[in-house]
């Protein structure tokens, strides 16, 4: 044989053995027409489902329209991907609490957030007080309500309008526009929300609370007040997703350290009571907020949210769930789905 030959048998062979490993790996390849194709058949089994409720504890949010059904991607590379309507906004509630979490874990690192707050689930609904006091203060996520108050406390700014800029400068970062106040929502729940000046009073007791707690009250209830749209939360998740880079405006928002330490939090306590039941069926660290919005983050690959109104009894978006855990399972995108070698 000649030199020429053996090479070209060799190329030949090569190729024979590479192609079948080209045609698997397009097979797994998260096309935009794949994910699109998963959020039309998602957005078309779920739109007439009934199920669910407003929350109305905070009044304005009863008046919400419950029909509001969006459902957005954006990937780690900056591919966004929607379906249905991506233009209404809804308050963003406990989703934000992810976010100035991770700015806290970003200023002061993830230890301190560990100490000073604590990261364990509490175990008890979203609001308790009995939380704080059975752990006098400690272990109190920040998550939910007493941790979320404390974790505002915390965030950087000499006084309150310093602090509610910072925090309103990360949460839009995150979401890639500048993000504003549904004023309404601000009104309604600062005009009642006694509870959670209680919760930050008892933190102060127990010297877990970090700035006055009136004022902490108030930007936390504002924090919650920003106005969303499924965009902005699947490209807050897409930033996640990307190790801290919002995949649109290409800025860092945060280190991929944070990250690492903000996505366990989510995984064990994102969904309230059902956090567990959550992360079993999905796989992914996830976050829902009272006003409908739930985004997940699919890490290295993106960032899905969509927002519903009507909430299930644990407080969590109904369709939201559905079509989540609907998409993963089409994708094929669990991170605990593992091929054997
Ligand atoms: N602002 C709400 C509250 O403090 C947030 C609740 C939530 O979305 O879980 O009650």
Redesign the pocket.
């Known amino acids: 044989m000649t030199r020429t030959s053996v090479l070209l048998v060799m190329t030949i062979s090569l190729i024979m053995f590479i192609h079948p490993c080209i045609i698997k790996a397009q097979d797994n390849a998260l096309t935009k027409e794949k994910i699109q194709a998963a959020l039309d058949e998602a957005y078309a089994k779920f739109k007439d489902v009934k199920e669910g409720k407003n929350a109305d ?2 009044k304005e949010l009863a008046t919400v329209d419950p029909k509001i059904f969006g459902i957005a991607v954006v990937t780690a590379d900056g591919q966004v991907i929607t379906k249905g309507d991506i233009d209404s906004k809804v308050s963003i ?3 934000s609490k992810v976010f100035t979490m991770a700015q806290d874990i970003e200023e002061l690192g993830h230890q301190a957030i560990q100490d000073k707050i604590g990261v364990d689930a509490t175990g008890e609904v ?2 308790s007080i009995v939380a704080i006091e059975r752990m006098r203060g400690k272990e109190i996520n920040p998550l939910v ?1 007493p941790g979320a108050i404390a974790a505002t406390s915390l965030v950087a700014g000499k006084d309150s309008a310093v602090k509610w800029k910072h925090i309103v400068d990360v949460q839009s970062a995150f979401a890639g526009r500048q993000l504003s106040l549904n004023m309404p929502v601000y009104i309604s ?1 600062a005009g009642d ?1 006694l509870r ?1 000046q209680a919760i930050a009073h008892l933190l102060l007791a127990y010297g877990r609370m970090y700035f006055d707690p009136v004022q902490a009250t108030d930007i ?2 504002k924090q ?1 007040a920003l106005n969303v749209n499924a965009k902005d939360l699947a490209t807050m998740a897409g930033t996640l997703a990307n190790g801290g880079v919002n995949p649109l405006t290409k800025k860092k928002v945060v280190s991929q350290e944070t990250v690492l330490y903000t996505l366990p939090v989510m995984a064990t306590a994102g969904l ?1 009571d059902d956090s567990g039941i959550w992360y079993y069926n999905s796989g992914l660290p996830a976050k ?4 409908g919005g739930l985004l997940a983050v699919c890490p290295g690959k993106f960032g899905i949210a969509v927002v519903s109104p009507p909430l299930d009894a644990a ?1 969590n978006s109904v369709k939201a769930q559905l079509v989540i855990k609907y998409v993963v399972e089409k994708l094929k995108v669990n991170p605990f789905l593992i091929q054997p070698k």
Not at 288 to 291: D, I, L, N
């Open positions: 504890y905070i509630q406990s989703v979203f609001n309500n729940e929300n959670n936390y209830t919650c309230y829902s907020g009272v006003g407080g």
